[in-house]
């Protein structure tokens, strides 16, 4: 097959996977990233380890059987998705901010020798833990120049961290430089790279230019911070959780040092690695249209196209969990609208019963809200959030699979070149030039190391894609698993917590004259 096809030019320059639709929008030129731990607030309402990330008490299927069996439901522990509906009325207004638990040569670079030597780490123990923890999110300065610093906590039990617990001030813009040197190192290796969170150039703005602003503003920029965190939070234990991404120099510089990291200018768009991004991207896009590689290995021809459906799927699933997200909070909505107008009725009634029983079921009514709201809110973070996130993994993995296609090209392209250093040879041989016969002879010997080191990178990605996809598989399903389960156990508590409230005003109903 090498010595049949003649590939179309090689796209040498061209660079994938490098974030390429995030730009730096928090990023400041003149502000540093480093703050005082002083001034970063353990009290923060933006905190992850705070009310808003306060776990839901367990509730099991056979629990909520027994429940249902009784005349009334207890209430669970107030949590994040069920807050406490004793002053229903200032809980109303929390629910909107309070989220629940985003080769310029055919050889490799020299990075992907270097990094040879960690291929070979074993696997996680089960007595080995690496926790992290992304809170407390602080604005730093004001206007445009304005980005959000957040602290990262890592614990853990591993020998190649100096400390068992330590913690560092990070921006986003080094979650990004992060993400884009274990692309550099690992992506030609064969690597699937958890992806960064993108950017939202919208969400940012109005954290920048908001002060004292609208409850409505403030809890749109709430909201939109507390994704941001649980996003992030995702993205470097997902890192963390590979057995070797997790002892590269440059991950552990990111957890431990108590320091301004190098400034990630590579990920601002306007910058001029950024325009290089754009063109690179508009080339690897021809690439991957003009070029089809001829595929001899079926397990690869099975995957891509499983993965290519899975891909579909999930973005047809993702964006029903988004409609579902926005349908429940405008009924939550429309609940309190109803709740409002059914307590001025209550008031001008004038029969005592009826009146006493119109301000109780407004009052319901609001806590009805409530929950309906936390409904919502579980919608979108213990579920919409983890398919949003494995859509970008499915991209991750195209993007490892098209550097296999790019190898493949540098091989063929090695295979070529030889093919006509060989044809040279023979003609200066046959022409009896013997003075360029030593150069024809040496250019032969060097391209056929070419093709040997070409072939043997391209078996060895091939090799390293089917390890990352097997562990991607076992990933995915225990993943699942677990925020399925979470989820349904959070949809049983809302639905009990209803029942409870329609439970309570039923008497109150009746005893109307």
């Known amino acids: ?15 994938i996977n490098k974030n390429d639709d995030l730009e730096d929008d928090d990023d400041d030129l003149f502000a540093s990233a480093v703050q005082d731990h002083n001034q970063l607030d353990d009290d923060s309402p933006y905190n992850g380890i705070g009310t808003m990330q306060a776990e839901l008490p367990k509730l099991t299927l ?32 929390e629910m909107d901010e309070v989220p629940i638990n985003d080769n310029s040569d055919i050889l490799p670079p020299k990075s992907v020798f270097q990094s040879q030597a960690l291929e070979e780490v074993p696997t996680e123990t089960s007595d080995v833990f690496l926790k992290i923890t992304v809170t407390s999110p602080q604005k730093v300065g004001e206007g445009m120049g304005a980005y959000v610093a957040y602290r990262v906590e890592t614990k853990t039990n591993m020998p190649i961290f100096r400390k068992r617990s330590f913690s560092v001030v990070r921006r986003f813009s080094d979650f990004l430089g992060l993400h884009d040197k274990l692309t550099e190192k690992y992506l030609r290796n064969g690597r699937i790279i958890p992806p960064a969170p993108e950017k939202s150039v919208i969400g940012m703005t109005k954290i920048k230019m908001s002060g004292d602003k609208t409850q409505e503003h403030n809890s749109s920029s709430t909201e939109f911070i507390e994704r ?22 440059d991950f552990r510089e990111f957890l431990e040092a108590d320091m301004e990291l190098p400034k990630a200018t590579s990920t601002s768009a306007l910058s001029g690695a950024g325009v290089m991004r754009l063109f690179n991207k508009v080339g690897e896009t021809v690439n991957k249209i003009t070029y089809k590689m001829d595929e001899n290995d079926s397990w690869f021809e099975e995957k891509t196209t499983q993965i290519d459906s899975l891909d579909i799927q999930l973005r047809a699933l993702h964006a029903a969990v988004e409609s579902l997200t926005n349908e429940r909070r405008e009924l939550a909505n429309c609940t309190g609208a109803t709740a409002r107008s059914i307590a001025v009725l209550g008031h001008g009634e004038p029969g005592a019963s009826l009146g006493r029983a119109l301000a109780q079921l407004a009052e319901t009514l609001e806590k009805v809200e409530v929950v309906r709201r936390a409904q919502s809110n579980s919608d979108l973070y213990q579920f919409g959030e983890m398919l949003r996130d ?3 993994l499915i991209g991750a993995i195209k993007g490892v699979f098209h550097e296999r296609v790019k190898v493949f090209q540098n091989w063929q392209h090695a295979q070529l070149m030889l093919n006509k250093k060989r044809e040279q040879k023979a003609k200066l041989e046959q022409s009896g030039r013997s003075e360029k016969l030593n150069q024809a002879a040496t250019e032969v010997i060097e391209w056929e190391s070419k093709v040997d080191r070409g072939q043997e990178e391209f078996d060895n990605i091939s090799k390293m894609i089917k390890k990352e996809v097997e562990r991607f598989e076992l990933v995915r399903v225990e993943d699942f698993k677990k925020q399925l389960t979470e989820y349904l156990e959070a949809m049983l508590q ?13 008497p109150e109903a009746r005893a109307v004259a």
Request: aromatic share 6%.
């Open 1 to 15: 097959m090498a010595d049949e096809k003649e590939p179309p030019p090689l796209f040498d320059s061209v660079e």
């Open 494 to 506: 809302h639905q009990n917590q209803l029942i409870k409230h329609w439970e309570s005003f039923l």
């Open 62 to 93: 056979r629990d909520a059987i027994d429940q249902n069996s009784g005349s009334s439901i207890s209430s669970p522990p107030p949590g994040p998705l069920s807050p406490t509906t004793e002053t229903a009325g200032s809980d109303i207004g």
């Open 228 to 249: 941001r965190r649980a996003a992030l939070e995702r993205y470097v234990n997902r890192t963390a959780a590979h057995d070797v991404l997790r002892v590269d120099p």
């Open 390 to 392: 494995y859509v970008a």
